[in-house]
């Protein structure tokens, strides 16, 4: 029988971390650049992430909702690009401070914007050379049970409260991991 609330796919040196390893507690989100509430859930998940670097550290996985997001896929892999110029968290946030902007004329501006080499930028996204990692991720998440965005899970458990720091400390409280 499959455990939708667990998650199955480890986290690895791969995936896009926010905050250092070791920590004790892991919040994973499967996001989407379009989506309005993976943007609402940014700013808290970041900040919970600031709070408590010695606590928490996010993890982010790409899941472009593509059919009701028709820009998600193109701004994951303009995300993984700048990820590999050591700018992914730059790019991740300017993406959903602008997300109802996000046609490759936007990316390519956001890209000069975070300080990438825009010409190495636009070859990558032509060539689609970040697919991969993109669908990859997809895959994780389809292996994770999820079905939508943004879904979290925290400590491999699937988190389906509200996205408010409140509710998710509470929920960080539940696990039984207490703030060092």
Do not use: K
């Not at 998940?45 to 009701?68: K, M, N, S, W």
């Amino acid at each position: 029988m499959r455990d939708d609330r667990v998650q199955r796919s480890q986290v690895t040196d791969g995936d896009w971390c926010l905050g250092v390893g070791g920590v004790p507690v892991t919040i994973l989100e499967y996001g989407d650049f379009e989506c309005p509430n993976c943007a609402a859930a940014r700013p808290i998940l970041e900040g919970l992430v600031e709070e408590a670097p010695d606590t928490i550290r996010l993890v982010y996985r790409q899941f472009p909702v593509a059919t009701i997001h028709p820009h998600a896929a193109l701004a994951a892999e303009a995300s993984e690009a700048a990820g590999a110029q050591g700018r992914f968290w730059d790019m991740h946030d300017t993406m959903f401070t602008h997300q109802r902007a996000l046609e490759y004329e936007d990316l390519r501006g956001y890209a000069a914007m975070v300080g990438l080499d825009v010409a190495r930028f636009d070859r990558e996204i032509t060539a689609h050379l970040h697919l991969p990692e993109v669908r990859r991720d997809f895959r994780r998440g389809i292996t994770d049970g999820v079905n939508g965005t943004p879904t979290l899970f925290i400590n491999g458990r699937r988190y389906d409260g509200p996205r408010e720091r409140g509710a998710i400390l509470a929920a960080i409280a539940e696990l039984g991991v207490g703030r060092r």
